[in-house]
């Protein structure tokens, strides 16, 4: 596959261009298409069931069942599927306090996560526990700007990940927030914190030249973007400030989003910027369309209020 930029088409609100009704006469005639669907999610905060019905704006939403429900669906539709998550799986409700994190993780294996990254609310167990918690994961845990290795974590992780999906191959990689402030010494212990832009760079290049990669996905909790903080790194400046990355799936902010930004990158490629809010309100998507030998790449999406 040879690709290099992007044909963006998004669906806004609640109709979604999905495959049914993507112009695939856009392409020659009978080209040979190769569909991908990126599932996506983000700070789930140990969210397990959905919001109680006490009139609060997000009564009745969310939910691990209907999360399973709604991926079996799309799985049993879509033959070529990767499922991300971009951190703070951990904290936020009952759950984590009872079992501390046991429960979140057995059930992202149950989903059959493919990786995810490290958010900064994933040490509020501290090193044993988020240790113990990536042993039980049966999917990678990518992580590049965090050295773990003079911690109980050393070994455990890993920068990036290549997937191959009908011959399609998918490189991952993760990123992180700067833990100073945000999480305690204590329970960091000797985490040594890397520039994430270098970082980011440093992998997007290795992953596109010598994985050969046809797409690059960044799983990114920098947060979306900071208006008070405009210096403060964050998936914009992800996007902007470097290339060879295609995708960012983010988290940190919250922020829910309809459609992705598409931005500039360093290069004046197109990279393509999405977040599905918090506590698995909403599961992101991004179909992505492969035509064999042609440079092009077009994407839908579709991100869905879970209900």
Do not use: W
Request: glycine share 10%; charged share 25%; net charge positive.
């Amino acid at each position: 596959m040879n690709r290099r930029k992007f044909m963006l088409k998004t669906g806004i609100g609640a109709v979604a261009m999905m495959a049914g009704n993507f112009p695939l006469h856009a392409f020659n005639d009978s080209p040979e298409i190769t569909k991908l669907s990126i599932l996506h999610t983000n700070d789930l905060h140990s969210r397990i069931d959905p919001f109680p019905m006490d009139g609060s704006r997000n009564e009745g939403m969310a939910g691990a069942a209907r999360r399973m429900a709604l991926l079996t669906d799309i799985r049993n539709k879509e033959k070529n599927t990767l499922l991300l998550d971009a951190g703070d799986i951990l904290q936020g409700t009952p759950y984590f306090n009872f079992f501390g994190g046991e429960l979140e993780f057995k059930l992202m294996n149950q989903m059959k996560y493919d990786a995810a990254t490290i958010g900064n609310h994933d040490f509020d167990g501290g090193m044993t526990t988020l240790s113990n918690l990536v042993s039980m994961a049966e999917f990678p845990m990518l992580t590049g700007n965090y050295d773990f290795s003079d911690t109980l974590l050393a070994g455990k992780t890993r920068g990036y990940k290549v997937f191959v999906r009908d011959g399609i191959k998918i490189g991952v990689f993760g990123v992180g927030i700067k833990l100073d402030g945000l999480v305690p010494q204590k329970l960091i212990g000797n985490t040594q914190y890397l520039d994430p832009i270098t970082t980011a760079q440093n992998l997007a290049d290795k992953l596109r030249n010598e994985e050969k990669c046809d797409l690059v996905i960044c799983l990114s909790h920098l947060g979306y973007k900071y208006k008070k903080e405009p210096a403060k790194i964050s998936d914009v400046k992800l996007a902007e400030m470097t290339h060879n990355i295609d995708v960012i799936i983010g988290g940190h902010t919250h922020t829910f989003m309809r459609k992705p930004d598409s931005l500039k990158n360093s290069k004046g490629k197109q990279v393509l910027v999405n977040q599905a809010g918090f506590a698995g309100i909403m599961l992101g998507r991004l179909d992505v369309y492969f035509e064999k030998n042609k440079k092009d790449l077009c994407i839908t999406c579709k991100n869905s209020y879970i209900s």
